[in-house]
């Protein structure tokens, strides 16, 4: 089962705007991890925040995590025809019964136009 | 350095028959996990292994068995196919003692059941 959902399901946006993305999940979290998917093809890593952060950046990325809310954000700024893609927040509970899995939201499809 | 292989890249099979997908692991790491994607969700964990053991499973049902080899590679066996089962089977691999550090995802294997 998914874990949460995320919001919107589908976001179309000029080329230079920012994106915003939102993800809820339900059970408590070792931390958050937020992936890209081009094309029904593999997923690429882009940012992980651990469940005692509350923002963290990586080049134009930028999370949040409110764990009281369960809930976070993925901001991309100054969106490219590039960043067009599936993007999916997953949640990693941790070392519970010796492994960790990580349990994935719905996704936003972000269509980025030129 | 070699990120994650899988293969085949697709699959075309009849219900009832069995089929394995085979996965590598991105140089250096030890730990292998297989996700199902049903065409419009996110990725669903079936289970990770590490040290040749199953560390922790999904909800997929008995037909759904694995393997690890003393290189890390892995097998993904289905037995049984239903039509339900077609999906794109994603296997990605982590370091044991970089849980923290995210997964990296093969390209993926798509499955369709007739």
């Known amino acids: 089962s998914q874990q949460g959902e995320e919001d919107p399901q589908a976001l179309s946006i000029q080329e230079g705007e920012n994106a915003t993305m939102n993800c809820s999940y339900k059970?408590?979290?070792?931390?958050l991890q937020w992936y890209r998917q081009n094309s029904g093809r593999g997923l690429v890593h882009l940012i992980l925040?651990?469940?005692?952060?509350r923002e963290k950046h990586s080049g134009r990325l930028r999370v949040t995590l409110d764990t009281s809310k369960k809930s976070s954000s993925l901001l991309i700024t100054a969106s490219r025809a590039a960043d067009t893609a599936s993007y999916f927040c997953?949640?990693?509970?941790?070392?519970?019964?010796?492994?960790?899995?990580?349990?994935f939201g719905t996704g936003t499809q972000l269509k980025v136009e030129l | 350095d070699a990120g994650v292989t899988q293969s085949p890249t697709h699959l075309i099979k009849t219900r009832g028959q069995q089929v394995t997908l085979r996965c590598s692991p991105k140089?250096?790491?030890?730990?292998v996990s297989w996700y199902q994607q049903a065409l419009g969700q996110g990725p669903q964990f079936i289970f990770q292994?590490?040290?040749?053991?199953?560390?922790q499973r999904g909800n997929f049902p008995d037909r759904f068995s694995g393997h690890q080899f003393p290189n890390y590679s892995s097998e993904l066996n289905v037995n049984a196919l239903l039509l339900g089962d077609s999906a794109l089977y994603l296997c990605?691999?982590?370091?044991?003692?970089?849980?923290?550090?995210?997964?990296?995802f093969g390209p993926g294997t798509r499955l369709t059941v007739t």
């Open positions: 990605a691999s982590s370091l044991v003692w970089r849980q923290d550090a995210g997964q990296y």
């Open positions: 059970t408590s979290i070792n931390n």
């Open positions: 925040i651990r469940s005692n952060e």
């Open positions: 997953a949640t990693d509970g941790g070392l519970t019964g010796g492994g960790n899995k990580l349990t």
């Open positions: 140089s250096g790491h030890d730990t």
């Open positions: 292994y590490y040290e040749e053991e199953e560390r």
